[in-house]
């Protein structure tokens, strides 16, 4: 029962460093989403996708893209990072809108 | 998005029962009422959702008035591992969920 896999669990980069953050689910859902959590507030919406080949701006998409190049799989990149993006990333997948969230273990990513 | 007020945090006693209460005041007809629960270190969980009346299964009940403008989780003897935070959420079904800070619930032995 794997469910929504986050790769990877932890990072450390430096201001202007880019990389990638690979949710993975294998409950065939068609909605995927990307949720930031910073401390002592709840988690708000990066990005999020309706299918294979769509993406959609969630409530704090800059500094984010995303890329869903195949249904399971649900990319966010940072191209350059700032320290203002240190966070705990959650994706979450769900087989329609609204209804019954699975999400990851989360990515604690610290940029210094 | 209809905007959804729940207390900060809760305290309890092992056995007791928690209700947590959410308002949601500007909820329209087509959204439903979901929460979720959240560990230290973990993502949520889905515990349960609901649009009217009241729904059950088994991890808690949820109650929603005839109005809807508010709904509470109702979790029957709360053990030290409910300690967590739940969040109220509150939307379309197809929209996005939008989480707010959540009720953090401490039970104590």
């Known amino acids: 029962n794997a469910g929504v896999t986050q790769t990877p669990k932890f990072r450390v980069l430096k201001t202007g460093q880019s990389m990638t953050l690979l949710c993975a689910q294998d409950m065939n859902h068609e909605y995927m989403y990307w949720y930031r959590q910073d401390p002592g507030m709840g988690l708000r919406l990066i990005h999020y996708?309706?299918?294979?080949?769509?993406?959609a701006k969630g409530e704090v998409p800059d500094g984010y893209n995303v890329s869903r190049l195949k249904k399971q799989n649900f990319l966010l990149g940072l191209e350059s990072a700032a320290p203002s993006q240190t966070s705990v990333y959650f994706c979450?997948?769900?087989?329609?809108?609204?209804?019954?969230?699975?999400f990851g273990s989360g990515t604690r990513l610290t940029v210094v | 998005l209809a905007k959804t007020t729940q207390p900060i945090s809760m305290d309890s006693y092992e056995g007791q029962e928690v209700n947590i209460t959410c308002s949601h005041n500007n909820i329209a007809t087509n959204d439903y009422i979901t929460w979720y629960q959240q560990f230290p270190s973990q993502g949520p969980r889905f515990i349960i959702q609901?649009?009217?009346t009241k729904v059950t299964n088994e991890v808690a009940s949820l109650f929603i008035p005839a109005d809807r403008k508010s709904s509470t989780l109702s979790l029957p003897r709360v053990s030290l591992s409910d300690t967590a935070v739940y969040y109220c959420l509150v939307g379309d079904p197809v929209g996005e969920l939008i989480f707010g800070q959540g009720t953090e619930l401490s039970v104590k032995p």
């Open positions: 609901g649009y009217k």
């Open positions: 979450a997948s769900s087989y329609d809108r609204g209804y019954g969230y699975t």
């Open positions: 996708s309706v299918g294979e080949g769509t993406t």
